[in-house]
């Protein structure tokens, strides 16, 4: 709260920084015969604004009014001699709406026209959805940034976060690829995989914009697309809501996977109370608006599902085949919590100088997290911290000329995690062992990031726009606004992964009380069944990852007559950055155009074309801090040599036998370091009489980024129509192509040689696009049909293909670097290794319908609410990873001893063309039902049901937990043969499966709301 205090006041004196908050009007007023009329005075008036604003239309007949707050204006236009006519236009936040005002000659008694303006929707250039907060009242859907988004043309993902990452795909880009802005702040928390904060209060949302296509240059720093919300700001009366919802675990459905393994759901009511009071502190000069949520829910998770042992190794280790794995089984004790705090204050300092502050802050704390473990000793406490800051300065310097100010700071803070109960008096350089299961992917004994430091992050923006409209005496219009920009961001991160830098790899079987049993072996006969350990110590602390872009931007809204209008806009950015060694990654700067030419072919709005041309630049991030050794663990992998055993202190005791007492507690700072590493060098790596070997590396003394590494960039074609019904409705259709390039990729080669103490193989990183690629095509469609008053139905559909071999999601994506056949090319440059397919990105089809009815009866008003939304399934992989050190010299390749590499170690082999095979197409029925009652004056109580998934259907997707593995049966030669299935392959007898909860759609889900507002 003092930091807010202080930023209060200095805002009065300090301009400092610029991001789109605001919206405009640009009209027109003609007469009957569509003849201009200027000097007609227009005036605007709206709850969101402050006062009233004025403007005289020019010689061309048009006015404008920029620098506005989204929403609605009742816009009163009036000319002596002439009817006063009177128009509701709607504007959405960033957007530009563009009514028609007609006058008719004063009668013999004054008449007021009442009309209704254009779909905003149409009046822009942008692809773009608004959703207000009376529709995400009324629909049954999540009211955070994301779930939001998803509703929109163009936008892949799940309700339940089922993409990678959890995050909205938009027009083809990566989930990382996106911008979210709050009152135009840098809302992405974390500064790599770009995800939404979730800062805002639901109750507090005024609007949010999704843009897909189209982007103007006032937009930067995205491959994707922006994701704009603005809260409230009181107004000259005072209003507020009172809510509590509630959920319970025991009101959701079980998925199948969950019926089959009996799971009862926990019967526990959450509630979340969340309140909003806003109003003036003195009307029409300053205005407050508060809002706060407190939430601590009883989360209803499983823990990963199990997978034991198969027949194969079951026998290799001297088991009993078809052993037992245990199913689903809940966390016990998850608890959410979360506090979350707004306050904005929205003042005009004299007419035409607006000055809004905005502060949010929320803190989550998730009791017993579990990421991906198999009993409650892998879970602990996280706690995340997050607060943004924006202040804006709008200035109205003459009719023709307006400045926007805008400064933003954006912190959090992932908290160290704290000694979870059973390992409390331990000493956790023993049994904060962590145990991972080599063929599941889940842990135990030990949770992952214990020991890690507090990892603040954050992001501060500094600019200004100046705006300028004038007329020409042939040439129409123009709206040409002049920008600079410049975003910073930080992040600390000693990523350390276990409290002892330890994790112990191998398979595993189960007792049958669940009960987790890791199998450490040495080398079994047939190869296959090896335990690995890991050490990854943090050799070198972080010393602040700093990422810097300048911006600048011209963009010309050009509106040559009724016919034509043009927009041209260019943005210059220029990226600065250094890793978390200080070295210096990232030195590069783009121009991006962002053109397009509309055609109205009536000069009426009735029927209107559209073609763009954009390049957008994402983010560099992530990718520029890849090959710094501060802050990342350096990575060494060993070789279990020692006896069979099911308890992990004989592995410990093993390690310590082969270098002496002490070495397990601390290998780099043991006097026997020496030996280990003489060893790693001199024995041959996959040598069968090794005692330790390494397998791979994180480069502890990088092969670094060779002068700068490049952003990625976004080529987008546009080819648009809209259809205006008038009241009745619209239809808009945008063709869109996206090309994706500019990618960082790894490169491992002979050139690029081995680290100074040649311990593995040097990673080089720069810009490379031969042999990779990403496109995407899309018909994006969206429409609204108004039946009555009470009556409308709304939706979008898209169809949509992206294709290529650069993933961009989890670990290959542009959020990190990408390399498979750059990397080892004479392990990995074959055509099966990276081929160019469907990615896991392309959804084919998906469709959100909305149909809304309301009814004003006695009783109150009803509204029913009912969404429908269908998604194809994504597409998936048969693909194997190939151990080179087990089929030395097979499949066509050469031997390891053939090239003078240290460690190539797999290489991944696709039996069939990427994305062949493709999980199950997801329908969702969602029903709200609200009743809104009058009490008094304003005052109402109101209930709302939501059901979710109402049909409870159960399809599975691949983004989490969609088993997809293929088993090897016999060599061929990757380059020249065509694997045969059942001959050189088989499929998994669980392929195309889901083995986890998370893989099933939100089965059916009820939740209540009841409340107050005013």
């Given amino acids: 709260m003092r930091r807010l205090l202080i930023a209060i006041v200095i805002s009065y004196w300090s301009l400092l920084a610029w991001s789109q908050t605001t919206s405009s009007i640009l009209g027109k007023t003609v007469t009957q015969e569509g003849d201009t009329l200027p000097g007609v005075v227009v005036r605007i008036e709206s709850e969101n604004m402050i006062g009233q604003r004025t403007d005289v239309t020019r010689e061309n007949g048009e006015f404008l009014f920029r620098n506005i707050p989204p929403g609605r204006y009742q816009l009163t236009a009036e000319m002596p001699g002439m009817q006063t006519a009177k128009l509701e236009v709607q504007v959405g936040l960033g957007q530009t709406a563009r009514p028609t005002v007609t006058l008719k000659p004063e009668a013999v008694s004054e008449v007021l026209q009442v009309t209704s303006a254009e779909n905003p929707i149409l009046d822009t250039n942008e692809v773009v959805a608004h959703f207000d907060g009376a529709f995400a009242e009324q629909a049954a859907v999540r009211r ?85 919300t603005i809260t409230k700001s009181g107004g000259n009366s005072f209003s507020g809501s009172l809510r509590s919802h509630f959920s319970n675990a025991d009101w959701v459905a079980r998925n199948p996977l969950e019926l089959e393994s009996g799971v009862e759901k926990e019967d526990d009511i959450n509630h979340v109370e969340t309140v909003t009071f806003g109003g003036p502190i003195i009307k029409d000069r300053l205005w407050f608006f508060l809002a706060g949520e407190k939430t601590e829910l009883t989360r209803d998770i499983n823990f990963s599902t199990a997978r034991t042992i198969s027949d194969r190794a079951a026998t290799a280790y001297g088991l009993p085949t078809g052993q037992y794995a245990p199913g689903i089984r809940k966390v016990p004790g998850r608890v959410d919590e979360r506090e979350n705090f707004e306050i904005k204050l929205t003042g005009q300092i004299f007419p035409g100088h607006d000055l809004i502050v905005s502060y949010q802050d929320r803190e989550d704390v998730n009791v017993n997290n579990t990421s991906s473990s198999y009993d409650i000793s892998a879970a602990a406490t996280r706690t995340v911290t997050r607060e943004a800051l924006a202040i804006n300065y709008r200035a109205n310097l003459n009719s023709a000329m307006n400045l926007d100010v805008l400064y933003t700071d954006r912190d959090s803070i992932f908290l160290a995690r704290p000694v979870p109960e059973h390992l409390q008096g331990q000493d956790l350089r023993i049994y904060g062992t962590q145990l991972y299961n080599r063929t599941g992917g889940a842990r135990t004994n030990s949770p992952t990031f214990l020991g890690k430091p507090d990892e603040p992050r954050g992001n501060k923006t500094y600019g200004a726009k100046l705006s300028y409209f004038g007329i020409t005496e042939n040439w129409g219009s123009h709206d040409i606004v002049v920008g600079l920009q410049n975003s910073e961001d930080s992040r600390y991160a000693d990523n350390r992964q276990t409290v002892n830098d330890w994790q112990f790899r191998s398979d595993w079987r189960f007792e049958t009380d669940g009960t987790a049993v890791p199998i450490f072996s040495p080398t079994s006969a047939d190869g296959r069944y090896q335990s690995r350990l890991y050490y990854w110590p943090i050799e070198l602390s972080s010393q602040t990852y700093r990422f810097e872009v300048l911006s600048a931007y011209v963009n010309d809204n050009w509106n040559l007559n009724d016919n034509f209008r043009f927009n041209i806009g260019f943005r210059f950015d220029k990226n600065d950055a250094t890793d978390q060694q200080g070295t210096p990654v990232a030195d590069d700067s783009h121009i991006s155009p962002r053109l397009s030419a509309n055609w109205d072919l009536q000069g009426n709005r009735k029927h209107q074309f559209v073609l ?33 055993t099911e308890n992990y202190l004989d592995v410990i005791d093993w390690i310590n036998q082969t270098y002496g007492e002490g070495f397990f507690l601390d290998p780099l700072n043991h006097p026997n370091r020496a030996q280990w590493e003489a060893d790693l060098l001199t024995n041959n790596l996959y040598e069968p009489g090794s005692p330790i070997a390494i397998i791979g590396q994180i480069n502890p003394n990088g092969g670094g980024i060779p002068g700068s590494l490049d952003s990625m960039i976004a080529q987008e074609i546009r080819l648009g129509y809209t259809r205006d019904f008038n009241e009745k409705g619209f239809l808009k259709a945008d063709y869109i192509y996206r090309n994706f390039s500019n990618f960082g990729v790894d490169h491992i080669n002979l050139l690029t040689g081995p680290t100074a103490n040649g311990s593995t193989d040097l990673d080089v990183i720069n810009n490379d696009d031969d042999g990779y690629e990403r496109t995407y095509h899309a018909v994006q469609l969206q429409g609204q049909y108004v039946f009555t008053s009470h009556l409308n139905l709304s939706g979008n559909y898209t169809w949509s293909q992206l294709r290529g071999n650069v993933n961009g999601e989890a670990s290959d994506g542009v959020g990190s670097t990408i390399g498979s056949t750059t990397i080892y090319p004479e392990y990995n440059d074959f055509d099966r290794r990276n081929p160019v397919g469907y990615l896991p990105g392309d959804v084919r089809h998906q469709a959100n319908l909305f149909l809304n009815y309301d009814v004003t009866t006695f009783l109150g008003t009803f509204n029913i609410s009912l969404m429908e939304r269908i998604t194809s399934g994504s597409p998936y992989d048969r693909a194997w990873t190939l151990d080179l050190d087990e089929f030395d010299g097979q499949y066509g390749l050469p031997s390891l001893d053939a090239y003078s590499y240290v460690s190539p170690n797999t290489t991944t082999v696709y039996y069939l063309t990427r994305g062949e095979d493709r999980a199950e197409t997801a329908y969702e029925t969602n029903l709200g039902l609200n009743w809104n009652v009058k009490l008094f004056r304003k005052a109402e109580f109101f209930i709302q049901i939501d059901v979710f998934n109402v049909f409870n259907s159960s399809s599975a997707d691949n983004g989490q937990g969609y088993r997809s593995t293929v088993n090897e049966i016999a060599p061929f030669n990757v380059y020249t043969e065509t694997p045969i299935e059942g001959v050189h392959y088989e499929l998994d007898s669980q392929f195309g499966t889901p083995t986890a909860s998370t893989a099933f759609q939100r089965p059916r889900t009820f939740e209540i709301d009841l409340g107050f507002r005013f």
């Fill in 144 to 228: 955070d940034q994301e779930n939001i988004a998803l509703l929109s043309p163009g936008v892949t993902g799940r309700f339940d976060g089922g993409n990678y990452g959890g995050a909205p795909s938009i027009s083809g880009a990566p989930s990382s690829g996106n911008t979210y802005l709050v009152n135009g702040t840098d809302s992405r928390f974390d500064n790599t995989r770009s995800q939404a904060a979730d800062t805002v209060i639901e109750d507090a949302i005024q609007e949010t914009t999704v843009m897909t296509a189209g982007i103007s240059a006032e937009y930067g720093q995205f491959s994707g697309g922006v994701i704009a």
């Fill in 612 to 644: 763009s041309y954009s390049e957008y630049v994402q983010r560099t991030s992530e990718s520029a801090d890849d090959t710094s050794q501060a802050g990342s663990p350096s990575l060494t992998v060993l070789r279990y040599r020692g006896p069979q």
